[in-house]
Structure formats: structure tokens, C-alpha cells
């Protein structure tokens, strides 16, 4: 039998079990000390975010000749779960530079888009954005109203944008507008727009539950005048682009409520076993072991299913289903996590003074954004029931 006592039938390749160990050094040195005073204060580390470029954590699905390192999806999704577990705002962006906009241009854009932009996006000089969600649409993505109606040899843009990460902050914001609304999904168009161009107007949204630190607003696009090669492959292809990118996002979200899951769980157990109650540790209670062994069980599952997607894109198997499932098992066992450390926490868990409460209200995030719960479950239902086929080739 191989692997010692029991037979390891799953490990990580050496090079991933370095790279795992980068990023949790860098998790824990660099961003850990000022973790909760950042969070407190809705401080966005744009400082951070260039180191973590620095060390190439920007650059995995990435060729080298765009500035990255090809290290791929699965060291992308490590990396970033490490990130999530100290800190989940500082997940933000792998997608918000990586898996939005610089993958969607390697994917669909030209190649004097991708040379303009992606380098600047792996390296950190730039930020990103992308902006799918409007005030009246979210689930339903072909509702939404914003036009980008050619004008000579202008796109113009009008409409506005709700709930986009990064809005305030970006320097390019990858962009889904209808270039012909009569057409419904054959209509929408994506592009890549400067966010300096006039009529381009981003307003931060402060007041949110959570992921404090990570920069969240409203677009508006005021007869926003952009050049014709800001369009992203061509006119009508905004839908099938739009999904695609949301592969890959949610793939970069799964990884965070990973490490959400992951950081709760380190809280409990360490609260566990110092915290006394009736003479003894309460990690001796078997109540407390029975959220202990949940929280585990949903820890190690979700990983799994999350990293077996992960390594499926990096095999180019299509696989929007299993993305589906890593990020409705790990959005979902992040808020079960959170929600059960607070419960080993106690009152401790309510406070400031413990992380808990920060992971509780961070947690939440990953059931809403890149698509809730629900969709994920809508997804993997209809493909299981034959409905129709979840994963696009
Ligand atoms: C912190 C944060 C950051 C975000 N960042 C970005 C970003 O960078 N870019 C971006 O474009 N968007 C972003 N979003 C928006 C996010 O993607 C949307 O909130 C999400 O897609 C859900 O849309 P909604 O909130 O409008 O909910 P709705 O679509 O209005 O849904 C409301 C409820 O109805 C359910 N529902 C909807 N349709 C169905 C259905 N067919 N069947 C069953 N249930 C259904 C939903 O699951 C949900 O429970 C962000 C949101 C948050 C909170």
C-alpha cells in the first residue's frame, strides 16, 4: 500500500504544494497584520494586490508571452484560496484582473487587445473590472438595458451598472451592453473600455454587509463615446463571451468561500481547545465535535470538488457543471463554516475581537455574486435531468 498507513489515493504535485506554501507565507506575513484593522477601516491594499503580482499569483492561466507564468487553473485556485482564507476581500482580484477581463481577452479579444491590456492586468499596474449586473437585472443577464450603439466610428454607451467590484478603483472594465437590443442574447456585445473616457462615471456603494476592503459601486455610462476596437470579438457575441467569463470567475469565487470555510474552521478549533468551560477544554464536548466533524467534512469536500474543476480546465475539458458544483459546495460550506464557528466561538464569535465575525459576513458574499446558489442548483439539476447540457465545449 502506498502513502504510509493509508493509501494516498489524492495528493498535490510538489510544485503545487510549494506554490500552496508562497501564498500561505504571503497570506499570513503580509496581509494578516493588518488584516482587521484594513477590513475595519474599508481599506482597499492596492499595495497588496501589486505584491501578489509581483510574486506572479496574477499570472497562472496566463502564457508567459502576456506577462504570466502558465502555472494554470489549479494553482490559480490554490493560491487564492490561501489569499480568501486570511483575508476574503484580497480574493478579489484573481478575478477582478485575471479570470474576468485579461482571460476574456486571451480568449475572444485581438491580439492588439490582449498585448495592450493583459500584461498590465497580470502585473498589477492596472486594475480591473467587469460589469455584467445592472439595478434591475441580475440572475437574468439577457435582461439587461444598457446599449452601446455604434455612431460613425464610436460605440456610445448608455445605461447604468450596479454591485460592479473594483468599480471605483479600475482603470479598464470589461464591459456586456447591446449593440442591437431588438435582437434580445444575439444582440449583446462585450468590450474592453478605459475607465477614463468621459462619460464614464463610477460611485462607490459603502454600505455592505461585507468583503469590507475589496471596492464594490455603480457605473453609469452617460453617452460614454468609445472607439470601435473597444468591441470584444463581434457584434452579438456578448452572451456566449458573458457565460464563458462566468466560468471562469466562479471558479476564482469558489476558491475564495474555500478558504472562508477553511479560515472558520481554523478559528473553531483553535478556540476548541483553549477555551474551558465546566473544568475541562469545550473541543471536549461532543456537541462541539459534532460541528468540528461538519465543518471538516464540508472543508474537505468542497476542496475536492472545487480543485477537480480546477484541474479540468487546466486538461481544456469543458466543464461549466463541475465549476457549478465546486462553487454552490463551497459558497455553501463557507456560510455552514462560518456559521458554526460562531456557534464554538459564542459570544467571542459576535465580537470584533475574533476573525469570526468577519468570515460570517464575508461568507455570504459567495452565495450571491458570479451567480447565487439557486443558479448553481438550477445548472446541475437541469443537466442531471436532462433538460439541458451544462457543459459548453
Ligand atoms: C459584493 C458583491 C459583488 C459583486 N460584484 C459584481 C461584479 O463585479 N460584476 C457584476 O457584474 N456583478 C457583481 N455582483 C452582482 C452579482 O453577480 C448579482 O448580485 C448576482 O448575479 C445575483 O443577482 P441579484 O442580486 O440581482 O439577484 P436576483 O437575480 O434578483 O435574484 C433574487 C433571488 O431570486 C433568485 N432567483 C433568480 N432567478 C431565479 C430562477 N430562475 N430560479 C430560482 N431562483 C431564482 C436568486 O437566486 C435570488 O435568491 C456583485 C454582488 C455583490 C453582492
Known amino acids: 500500500m502506498q502513502g504510509g498507513k493509508y493509501a494516498v489515493y489524492f495528493e498535490l504535485s510538489e510544485e503545487l504544494q510549494a506554490i500552496r506554501k508562497v501564498a500561505r507565507d504571503f497570506a499570513v506575513n503580509e496581509i494578516g ?18 505584491k501578489m503580482a509581483d510574486l506572479g499569483f496574477l499570472g497562472c492561466p496566463i ?26 476581500s484580497m480574493r478579489l482580484p484573481f478575478n477582478m484582473n485575471t479570470n474576468g477581463p485579461a482571460l476574456t481577452l486571451l480568449k475572444f479579444g485581438t491580439e492588439e487587445q490582449r498585448k495592450k491590456y493583459v500584461p498590465g492586468l497580470v502585473s498589477g499596474k492596472i486594475l480591473g473590472c467587469f460589469a455584467i449586473t445592472e439595478p434591475n437585472t441580475g440572475s437574468d443577464v439577457a435582461s439587461m438595458r444598457t446599449t452601446a450603439i455604434r455612431d460613425g466610428d464610436r460605440y456610445v454607451l448608455n445605461g447604468s451598472k450596479m454591485w460592479i467590484s473594483n468599480a471605483q478603483v479600475a482603470d479598464v472594465a470589461l464591459v456586456y451592453a447591446y449593440t442591437d437590443p431588438s435582437q434580445r442574447v444575439k444582440g449583446m456585445s462585450a468590450f474592453i473600455i478605459e475607465t477614463n473616457t468621459p462619460g464614464f462615471m463610477a ?16 457605473i453609469t455610462f452617460e453617452n460614454c463615446r468609445i472607439p470601435l476596437d473597444a468591441l470584444i470579438g463581434k457584434e452579438g457575441d456578448g452572451f456566449k463571451i458573458c457565460m464563458s467569463q462566468l466560468d471562469d470567475t466562479r471558479l476564482g469565487c469558489a476558491a475564495g468561500g474555500l478558504g472562508v470555510a477553511q479560515a472558520s474552521l481554523d478559528a473553531a478549533i483553535e478556540y476548541a481547545n483553549q477555551r474551558e468551560q465546566f473544568g475541562q477544554p469545550v473541543g471536549r464536548f461532543q456537541m462541539i465535535q459534532d460541528l468540528i466533524a461538519q465543518m471538516v467534512v464540508e472543508v474537505e469536500a468542497a476542496r475536492l470538488l472545487v480543485y477537480r474543476a480546477a ?28 456559521d458554526m464557528a460562531m456557534k464554538v466561538l459564542g459570544a467571542y464569535g459576535y465580537s470584533e475581537e475574533y476573525p469570526v465575525a468577519r468570515y460570517y459576513r464575508d461568507a455570504k458574499s459567495y452565495q450571491i455574486v458570479e451567480g447565487t446558489s439557486q443558479i448553481q442548483k438550477i445548472i446541475i439539476a437541469q443537466d442531471a435531468l436532462g433538460y439541458r447540457k451544462a457543459n459548453r465545449s
Open 33 to 50: 497584520p493588518t488584516v482587521a484593522e484594513d477590513d475595519r477601516a474599508h481599506r482597499f491594499r492596492r499595495d497588496l494586490v501589486e
Open 311 to 338: 484541474w479540468m480546465r487546466d486538461q481544456g475539458m469543458s466543464c461549466t457543471r463541475e465549476i457549478s458544483i465546486g462553487k454552490y459546495a463551497a459558497g455553501e460550506a463557507a456560510n455552514k463554516c462560518a
Open 203 to 218: 460611485t462607490p456603494i459603502e454600505d455592505k454587509l461585507g468583503t469590507w476592503a475589496a471596492p464594490c459601486g455603480e
Open 63 to 88: 502564457p508567459e508571452e502576456y506577462g504570466g507564468n502558465g502555472m494554470g487553473f489549479l494553482a490559480a485556485t490554490i493560491i487564492a484560496e490561501e489569499i480568501a482564507r486570511v483575508h476574503s
